[in-house]
């Protein structure tokens, strides 16, 4: 006789892309759009993007690096603007974000497109890229913007550690690691102070970061750790494993660090570095100049700077889970954290380039629930295919029903309903749709299905307007299944 019960369908392990559907555990989802897999099994509405001031900005709005700042005249958000082609504008704004940005300082370069980076130490907040005219690192030290010294090693990066500062990248020896004298950053020995670091490949370094006590530097196909306190104590040993994209994309974390490659991710927690990418090999990848990462409130963010999308990994559970805009351009060009916000620099301006800042915001974890500011935005997940196979031989089943507990957090009953899709053997069967209600609540609701066959898969997706507020969570969902014995 067959055997009718209710099966939970949750989310807690995130998307795994490796694996064919009918092989994926309990807990997985072969995709997650914009929806953030909670340890709970539930899916949460991510914390919705916020736009930062746009006061005091002219040009193309397209972001290329940011930074934290702490002058006499109080912290600072400094953030690299490519304003067109040639031109880099180098602003600041007050780390409330309150009022609007002041320019610092414009940089005429050959080519805007790569990414510049920020360092503050001894009083001063470093920036550099190999582009800037005669390869020189600029500074800021809350009043006055120049030239941090005559030597022309302008790097892919330069990075604070132990009271010096270190760069490199540069045009000229891209493969020479070198590094101020100790708390002053106008003082650099291009004849004592550096180090090259496998200098037989040739490729330039791309970043470098502070884990314990210890510097990390990374280059396409290899990562070195820098030991020791000073030119007397340094030691230079390469780290097995893998290597990092240019761009911000090594990110210390509590838990060790991770590198960002382009076409893996890896994580440090001792010995080496092993890849953690796997349950998004289908869809991650650098398909622009540059990549980002950076870690807040207990995950890690990923960003490729020429899709837009935004791969969110939990340290804790190990699930990822992507965010993307429905106009690749509207989404951001990079990723920073400080103070409890979350940064996405912004690709182009956007489509609402009129109103688009520099950058968008939000708080983690304090900040609201919602869809992003001004932009259409998708939301979509789907299941593992489901009965999962176990230890014994498993017959055809029916999905009777679909049963859903939903958090309604905005919207009315005219905002977009929810749509879910119930696959039957790899086949689409249904499509049904769940109104919202008139007021934000949390209600239930149930989807008839019918199907039989021996694997069943729901898909749930929601379209946005650009103005709609009608965000969900899906904090339950079960499944009544009525099975058959294997013949």
């Known amino acids: 006789m ?28 072969t995709a997650i759009s914009n929806w953030t897999p909670e340890a709970t099994g539930v899916l949460r ?11 005091g900005l002219t040009g193309t709005r397209t972001w290329r690096g940011q930074g ?21 504008k180098i602003n600041r704004l007050a780390a409330d974000l309150s009022g609007g940005w002041t320019t610092i300082e414009t940089l005429t370069v050959a080519d805007s497109t790569s990414p510049v980076c920020f360092a503050s130490g001894a009083d ?15 500074y800021w ?12 090693i302008a790097g892919q990066f330069v990075h604070y550690h132990n009271n010096r500062f270190f760069t490199g990248g540069a045009d000229t020896n891209p493969t020479y690691l070198r590094w101020s004298e100790l708390g002053d950053p106008t003082l650099w020995s291009l004849t004592t102070n550096f180090q090259p670091l496998g200098q037989d490949d040739g490729e330039p370094l791309e970043d470098a970061c502070t884990w314990e006590r210890g510097m990390f530097v990374g280059k396409r196909n290899s990562i070195w750790f820098v030991s020791g306190f000073g030119p007397d104590t340094f030691g230079f040993n390469q780290v097995p494993g893998c290597g990092v994209a240019p761009g911000r994309t090594l990110v210390p974390t509590p838990r060790g660090v ?56 939990d340290l804790e559970t190990g699930a990822w889970a992507s965010e993307a805009y429905v106009v690749a351009n509207d989404g951001p060009a990079g990723v920073f954290s400080r103070n409890g916000y979350l940064f996405g620099g912004t690709m182009v301006g956007g489509t609402t380039s009129g109103t688009s800042s520099v950058m968008q915001y939000r708080q983690e974890p ?9 932009y259409a935005e998708t939301f979509a997940a789907t299941s593992a295919r489901f009965p999962v196979r176990g230890d014994k031989p498993v017959g055809p089943s029916t999905l009777r029903n679909v049963a ?64 709609d507020a009608g965000v969900i969570d899906i904090e339950e969902c079960w499944a009544e299944l009525e099975a058959e014995r294997a013949r």
């Open 2 to 29: 067959p055997n009718a019960q209710w099966t939970r369908v949750s989310f807690e392990r995130g998307v795994d892309e490796f694996y064919e559907g009918t092989d994926l555990s309990e807990g997985t989802a």
């Open 45 to 55: 509405t991510k914390r919705g993007w916020l736009n930062a001031p746009t006061s």
């Open 68 to 88: 934290y700042f702490v002058p006499g005249s109080g912290a600072k958000f400094v953030a690299a603007q490519a304003s067109d082609a040639t031109t880099y």
């Open 124 to 138: 001063k907040v470093l920036y550099t890229n190999p582009g800037f005219t005669g390869d020189l690192i600029r």
């Open 141 to 152: 030290d809350g009043t006055t913007a120049g030239t941090v010294s005559a030597d022309t």
């Open 258 to 313: 991770i590198a960002i490659g382009r076409e893996r991710i890896y994580s440090f927690t001792g010995g080496g570095f092993e890849p953690i990418s796997r349950p998004i090999e289908a869809s991650y990848g650098m398909s622009g100049t540059y990549m980002t990462g950076t870690y807040i409130d207990g995950r890690v963010y990923v960003c490729d700077q020429g899709s837009g999308t935004i791969w969110s990994y």
């Open 366 to 374: 304090k900040g609201a629930r919602a869809r992003n500011i001004n």
């Open 404 to 467: 859903l507990t939903i958090r309604q957090r905005g919207g009315t009953s005219a905002s977009t309903p929810l749509t879910v899709q119930i696959y039957t053997d790899n086949v689409l069967m249904a499509a049904r749709t769940v109104t919202l209600k008139d007021t934000p609540k949390v209600f239930r609701a149930q989807v008839s299905a019918g199907y039989t066959g021996y694997d069943h898969q729901i898909a749930f997706s929601q379209a946005l307007g650009s103005t």
